[in-house]
Every structure is written in C-alpha cells, then in structure tokens.
C-alpha cells in the first residue's frame, strides 16, 4: 500500500469511529472530553497569589558518570486555598514535587522512597529510558510500611517487578535537552495520584541549546498547569468521572490562579499541561502589538529545528511546549493575563504576568536556527499498524477494541527499525507513546497541525481524527507502553503494552 492508501485507511477508520459514538462529540460545541467535579470548598479570587517555583532538587552525591537524587513519596500538608490546610500526596513534600536537572550523557539515578499508604509507580514522561526503570503500570514501589492500602481494598492486585519501601530509577539520558516531567503511573490508579499531588519537572540540559542565546536564570520558568477540585475541607476532591475529570480551581505550580512580576524583557516558559483531562488553547490577554504572542522553540522532545511563532498555544494533558514570550512589547505596568480560551467563567483565567520589573537589560534572542532535527523517512518504515482509542458501547476506554493487559503486547517493533503508527480516535484523546519520541506526518489526509512540530510524545488527537506518526524504536528492550493521557482513560483500560526486541 502507498502511503496515499494508508491514508484514505486512516480515514476511513476515522469515519467509522463517527458512525460508532463520536457523532455527538463532533456535532456538540466546546473543546473538552471531561465532566467538571465542582468544588464544595470556597474558590478564591484570582491574582492573589505570586507564582511559586519548584525548587531545583541538590543530588545526594555524583562520580564521573551519574548524578544521584533521592525523593520521598509521602503526605505532606499544602497552603493551597486561603485559610484551608490541603493534604496531598507529594514528592519530598511539595506540589509540584522539586525539579531535577540533568544533562544530557549523563547518568541519573532517582532513588524513589515510598511513605505513602499505597504502591506507586514512576514514569518519567518523556525520558529514552530502559524498561526496567520506565515505570510500567505493575511494578509496584511497596510503602515502606510494607502495607499497600489500595491492594488491601481489593483493586490492583497485579505485580510484576516488585519493589519493597524503595527503587531507583536509571536515567541514562542519551538524549537531547528538553523538558521532561515525573509523574505516578500505578495501573488503575494514575489519575487519583496524580491530582493528589505526584508530579513534577524534570529537566534535560546539554551544550548545544546552552549555547543558543535564549532566556535564561530567572527568565527561564517552568509552569506546571492543572486543574483540581477541592472539598470543604480543604482536601483535593476527587472522583473516577468516565469522560474525565475536570476541576473549577486553576493551579500554576500548584498556586491558584498565581501573579509573576516580570520585566520588560524576553522570557522563556516551559508550559506543561498535567492535568488530568484539561485541554488549553492559551492566549495573552492583551495581545502583543503584532502579533506572535509566543514564539515556540521547543516541543515534547526537544528544541525545533526553527522557531514558530503563534498567536495561542493549545495544550492537551501530557504536552509541553516551550515558548519565548517578549514583556518589552509591553507598556511598563501592563498587566498581562494568560487565558486559557477552550474554557469559559473562571476556569478561562489561568495566570497574569505584571510587567512591573524595572530590568530591561536582555541579551537574549531566539536564534533562526535553533537545533538540528534528523527527519525521519516513513518510506523506511518496516511496518505500518493502526490502534483505534475509542469507547465501547459498554463504556470502556480501549486500544483495538482491548482493555489494557499486562504483558500482551499489541506490537512488537524491532529496535534500529523505522515505524509509521495511525492513531484512530472517538473523543479527544492525547495519545502517548513511551520510549521513543516521533514525528507527526498528518492529520487525516492533511498537512500536520500548527502545534505538531519538532520530537513529540504525545499527540493531541480531536474527535474522530487519523493522525499517522513515525518513529525509529531504539536502544532498549522490554515492554513499554501506548495510551491515552486523559488519566482518567488511562486508568480504565486505554492503555497497550508493546514490546521492542
Ligand atoms: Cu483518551
């Protein structure tokens, strides 16, 4: 089959999937696959706050080759809401937990402590990482109490490699400079944990973007976007919705709705989208004169090859997009609100930049050519295979028509080998691939989209759309996994192991 064929296939699965149950999706306005948890607990105004930013985690020790990091999982007490106490599940007490900065050729090791109440799970999204450290869904961190509560209620019983009170985790971090996150990923229970608080930055420098003139130091931030609920207590509210939780409080960094004072100069933000099911299409309120409110540098993966400038930036759980935005085109004193305009009332706020910094010394610049990108050649590709995310008339979230299995792989690519992968969806779905980063070829029998630029590893898919991807699978062998980054489809069942030999 040319590709030609492949993708009218692509699309015709694409029409089936309407015919099945997307129709609804696509005839209903809006922009999110998620049901809102609304808040008993009072939700404050908004710009109370300054934007809080994780600390940068110190390693416990380094030799010639590796950097070595300790975190505990555990419950710590947050300030989140005014007057209200929030316990979270957290990583060395914070929400987001503290960032890691590694560099590229450099090991990582993450010794993982586990003092919640429950087994977890770490993945590093987005990390060219080995199985065994990868974080697949049953290779459970034990609490070091020895008690896994979760276990004991009767749910997640499956194991694999088990670990008692404590894993490292092995990064050997060939890979190029980008921004990367930490995250829970137990099989079943991914979307409680990770509203509860386990996630984090995680990341990758090396020479070559050290070299380019872009912000840097404290012009060079990392916001971490989520939404969350809380109940009267204070506490994170939440309930498995089918569709996909979607919370009323907008947290950046973990602060609701928070203020960065700026200068009036070149910034570099390092956007993340961690929530569970929220999906952005942020914008600057004012526009810049111009235009381009946020020049894109980099994608999931990395650096672009060159700059892209936007007007907004759209964002689907599991994405990071890495922007340069200029406060200087601003009259001092601005105050510049980021909105996020898939959502409507409060939820459309997400936080505001102050151009009140008196600093206008910038040195920076983004550079025309930014890194060289290999593109890779889907007509090398050994195999070509579809997975369809759709729901069934049941209600289950699933890959071909399967609910995630431990251990039964829907493909088994070959390593040093090119691939092309069509993803096939009903609803939005951000889909996400482990291990290797690709390359987006199309969107149904059309050009890739404004945002699919540069190494990705995930991909916001609308519904009833066919995107084909390529990718060279490399380096590791083992079971890595294929799914949906709405947590909540995750955890029923849109998940795929696939195994590289
Ligand atoms: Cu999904």
Redesign the pocket.
């Known amino acids: 089959m040319n590709r030609r064929n492949l993708l009218r296939a692509g699309v015709g699965l694409a029409g089936a999937a309407v015919l099945g149950t997307g129709l609804y999706e696509l005839l209903k306005p809006g922009s999110q696959?998620g049901q809102l948890l609304g808040s008993e607990a009072p939700i404050p105004p908004a710009f109370q706050v300054p934007l809080p930013i994780p600390a940068v985690l110190t390693p416990s020790r380094t030799d010639g080759t590796t950097d070595y990091y300790e975190i505990t999982q555990g419950i710590s007490t947050l300030s989140v809401l005014p007057g209200l106490k929030t316990p979270a599940w957290t990583y060395n007490g914070t929400f987001p937990g503290p960032t890691i900065v590694s560099r590229s050729g450099r090991k990582t090791v993450v010794k993982h402590t586990n003092q919640l109440p429950e087994a977890s799970v770490v993945h590093l999204h987005g990390g060219h990482t080995p199985a065994d450290s990868d974080g697949y869904p049953i290779d459970l961190v034990m609490p070091v109490s020895g008690h896994d509560m979760a276990s004991m209620s009767g749910m997640n019983t499956m194991q694999r490699d088990v670990s008692q009170g404590s894993r490292e985790y092995a990064y050997p971090f060939d890979q190029p400079a980008a921004t990367l996150w930490y995250h829970d990923h137990r099989m079943g229970a991914t979307a409680p944990n990770v509203w509860k608080g386990l996630a984090g930055f995680h990341l990758v420098r090396d020479d070559e973007s050290d070299a380019l003139p872009l912000p840097r130091g404290d012009r060079d931030i990392p916001l971490m976007l989520a939404d969350r609920s809380f109940a009267a207590d204070g506490s994170f509210l939440y309930k498995a919705l089918m569709p996909?939780v979607l919370g009323d409080v907008q947290l950046v960094n973990g602060a609701p709705w928070p203020v960065l004072a700026v200068d009036p100069a070149r910034y570099r933000l390092r956007l993340l989208n961690a929530a569970n099911a929220r999906r952005y299409r942020l914008e600057l309120d004012p526009q810049p004169p111009g235009g381009d409110a946020f020049v894109q540098i980099a994608a999931d993966g990395g650096l672009l090859a060159r700059p892209v400038g936007h007007d907004a930036v759209q964002l689907a759980p599991g994405e990071r997009f890495e922007v340069v935005v200029d406060f200087a085109k601003y009259k001092p004193g601005t105050r510049v609100r980021l909105v996020n305009t898939f959502a409507s009332g409060r939820m459309r706020e997400v936080m505001r930049f102050d151009v009140t910094g008196s600093d206008r010394g910038d040195d920076s610049s983004v550079p025309a050519t930014l890194a060289e990108i290999p593109v890779l050649d889907p007509a090398k590709a050994v195999a070509t295979r579809t997975f369809r995310?759709h729901q069934t008339p049941g209600g289950t979230?699933t890959v071909n028509d399967l609910e995630y299995k431990p251990g039964r792989a829907l493909a088994t690519p070959k390593l040093g080998s090119i691939e092309v992968w069509r993803f096939v969806?009903d609803?939005?779905?951000?889909?996400h691939l482990h291990l290797n980063h690709f390359q987006v070829l199309s969107r149904n029998l059309f050009e890739p989209g404004a945002y699919d630029a540069g190494w990705k590893d995930t991909i916001d898919l609308r519904p009833a759309e066919g995107a084909e991807i390529v990718t060279r699978f490399t380096d590791y062998a083992g079971a890595f996994l294929l799914h949906?980054?709405?947590l909540?489809?995750?955890d029923m069942a849109?998940m795929a192991d696939f195994q590289t030999s």
Request: charged share 10%; net charge negative; aromatic share 18%.
């Open positions: 696959t996909g995310f979230w969806t609803y939005h779905h951000p889909i949906c980054h709405n909540e489809h995750e849109m």
